[in-house]
Every structure is written in C-alpha cells, then in structure tokens.
C-alpha cells in the first residue's frame, strides 16, 4: 500500500487550512479552491472518493465532534424547526430537484432524476457554520444549522436508497420507502438510546485516561455499525449518543476531559480538511467520465440545476418559518418570532458538501448487465451543484451577514452573566471547604488553607476584573497583565529545569514531570484570567 499519497492529502490540506486562518476566505472553501487547482498538477494521484471510507469511516468522527459540542438544550428547543429542515425540507428538495431534472434533461428516466435529488438534497452545513462562528450569526440561528446538519444525512441517505431502489427496478412502493423510512428514524434513535447510558458507564468508570481516549475514539464507531447491522440509521444513532455524552462530560474525570479535546480538535481539523481538499480532487475524475455530455449542454445542465437547488431552498424555508406560527397560536405563545433576515441567511446558507459526492460514486455502474442511466451525469451534477454552493454561497454569505446587520452579542452582558454564575459557584465551594476544614481528618496548615482561599477568591474576581479598566501603559487589562507575569515567571522556572538536566543533575524523566506540572499551572492560569 502507498502512503505516499494519504500522506500528501493530510499534511497539504492541513497546511492550507492553517494558512486560511490568516485570510479572509473561510477554509473549506479555500481547500476546495486548491483541490481544483492541484487537481491538475501533473503527478498528483487520483483521489477518487470511496463511499465504502467516507461513510463509515469519516462522517461518524465528524457528526460526533460536530453533536458532542453542540447544546442539546439548544437542539431541543429548537427542534421544530430543525426537524422541517433536517427532514421535511430534504425530501423537499428531493422531489422537486428530481422533477425539475427530468423535465430538463431530455431522455433522464424519472427516477434517475429523483436518485440525484436525494443526492444533493442535503446540505453539509460544516461550511456555513464555520461562517457563522466568525462573522457572528445569532445563536439561534447557528444551533438550527447545526442541527440541521447532524440529521439531515440520515434523511437524504434513506431517501436515496428508497430512490435508488426504484431507479434499478426492486419493487419500491411510497408504503415501502416509508416502512424503510421510519425502520432508519426509529432504529438509529433506538440503538443510540441503547447505548448511550452503558457507553457513558464506560466512560465515567474508566480510571486510566488513556484507555478514556480510546473509547472516545471508537465510540462513533461502534454507534454507526451496530445501527447499520440492524439496517437503521448509522447517523442518527451516532448523533443521539453524542448529544448524550456531551450533555453530560462535567462527570468524566477532568484529566480525560482536558486529553479528549485536545484529541478531538485534532481530529476533526485533519479530517475536515482532508474532505474538503478531495471534494476539489474529484473534478478530473468527474469530467473524465462525462462522455455524451460534455461542452454547452452540461454547463446549462449545471446553471440550471445550481438555481434550483438554491429556489428550492427559499421554497422551503420562508413558508416553513412563517406559516407554522401564524396557523398555531401554541407555536406563537413557545417560540421567538423568526425575523425574515434568519430566513434569507438559512436559505442562503444551503451549500453541500462531501456526503452528497460520496452518495453519487456509491451509484452502481451497472443495473442488470446495462449502464446505470445518465450515472456519469448526476456525478457531474453532484459535483457541480457541490462546487457551486461552495464557492458562490460560502463566498457571499459573509458579506450578506453584515450587510443585514444581525444584532451583536453584548459581552459586558455575557461577562456580568459569567461573574454572577461564579460568585454562586464561589460561595458553594467556599461553605464547603469551610465544611471539610472543620473535620480533623481535614486539617491543614494554615497557609494551605488560606492558600485554597486564595485560589478561589481569585477565581471569583477574576471575571470582574474584565469589566476593569486597562493599564494606561501597556493598554493591558487586568486579565492581559496577569497571565503574562505568570507566564514569564513559568518561562523561567522551565528553563531552571532544562538547565538542570543538561547538567545531568536530573534526568529526562524527572524533567517531563517537571514540565508537565508546569504546563498544568499554565493552564489553569490561563483559565483564571479569562
């Protein structure tokens, strides 16, 4: 086997995105921008994306980092709306960008054109989120995003199973793409609710942090396969334990904590810029295969199909948004009234992504000895209709945020909200210590005790002090000057130790030690300070 290649992949996308935090361009676009261009490069292999490695071995690691950081308050309290669109809006847009391609394409059999509307019916909102964070979209509107993004797959992948199904000539029926429908839903939430109390066990029972990570690692796994060994719902079962794990990681033993996300940032930063490096990497592959439909004709093909993916998306979400509010006085009495600047942003924020290209290259070549119909198409399409949401959406969708002016977020709101939440926790540890303190088992010197005092009053001002003036010199706040001090004063004890231990007065494991008690401190300095 050639590493050569993955090695490449890996340690090029990764340097890409690194360099996109210095530009103003998000970084999946720019990976997809330098996959097309390297694409071509003479001596570049062919990635050619296999939905045998995407599906099982890539969308799980992300749909868990994605579901673990997510609020599931958020989710649930907005789950009306997540649900239109992570369920209703796909198959939507599966119908009506399946009809409107048998009506373009001459000769394109009904259901082939159906088979490429599940395709790209799915949004992969990796993107838009990831412009949501920088330019700073309301929370709402980000939280119904990434829910969207977290269940929509499950629905777009049984869809076009039921489609594809059809297309070979299996017998599908609406009864059975329904049965099948509803076996995925209930089945992924099924297996995802069986595991996630025993994987939660594992987790809060294991001592040694390492073997912790290890479970971390393989628990998107383990949720995606068993649900897909039962012909349930991989995504959906890998989304519920996830949720459930996130919500509940204040009881993992801190040490793990700390390990596993350091862990899963690096994860998903190696694996978010390799899928969006080889969506740009498959244009050769793509173009190479388009046979009868190259020139004019495909271009139009793209054009058209790109404008009514994006129709159909505000077909959806404006009435979606709107009607459901003004037809129940329930929904008017529980919900915040939506603002028709979210709807245009969740409508513009539409773009695809790799799962809607893998679903395409796992379309049979052949259907009972002849060519699956106009396949080399609706991979053309897919990839076309993925590229150009990317790049038009993703590239416009900053500047439309600004230029509809969403209301900022008040950060002397949120630091007073993070001040009070730390005197309440404060003034709990503080009668607690004076608990433990009182019990002879306990009893401490006195500059141990007040030490512990210190830590936590320090603490407690720490977050006031942000609301602080900044030093007139320096042009520092509080927060700034202290974490520097402590940082040099830890500069100089660390170079003591590397001092010592190339005298040979200690060696270099007493030196790892050393250090790692240091970085410890670091960062719990850095935390105090804010």
Known sequence: MDVMPLLLLVAGSAAIAGAARRTPVPAPLLLVAVGLVVSYVPGIPDYTLDPEVVLPLLLPPLLYTSASDSSYLDLRAQLRPVALLSVGYVLFATFVVGWAVYLLVPGMPLTSAVVLGAVVAPPD??????????????????TILQGESLLNDATAITAYKVALAAAVGAGATWAGGVEEFLLAAVGGVGVGLILMAPLHWLRTHLKEPLLQNTLSLLIPF???????????????????????LGHRAWEVDFATRLQEEAVWKMVAFILESAVFALIGLQLPIVLRGLGQYEGVAAAWYAVALFLVVVAARFAWVYPAAFLPRILSARIRGREANPTWRGAMVTSWAGMRGVVSLAIAFSIPVTVHGAPFPHRNLVLFLTFTTVIGTLVVQGLTLPPLIRRLRFPGRDPQAETLAEANAQAQASRAAEARLDELLSDDRNELPPPLADRLRMVLERRRNAVWERLGQTNPITGESVDDTYRRLSGEMISAERAVFV????????????????????????????REAG
Not at 126 to 142: K, Y
């Open 125 to 142: 909102a990796v993107a838009a989120t990831a412009v949501a964070r920088r330019v700073g979209l309301p929370s709402r509107i980000t």
């Open 222 to 244: 383990v949720a995606y396969g068993v649900a897909e060994q039962f012909h349930a719902s991989g995504v959906l079962a890998v989304v519920v334990v996830a949720l459930y």
């Open 499 to 526: 001092r010592l231990r190339d005298h040979r007065y200690i060696d270099d494991e007493m030196l790892r030690t050393l250090l790692r008690r240091l970085d410890l401190e670091e960062a719990a300095a850095y």
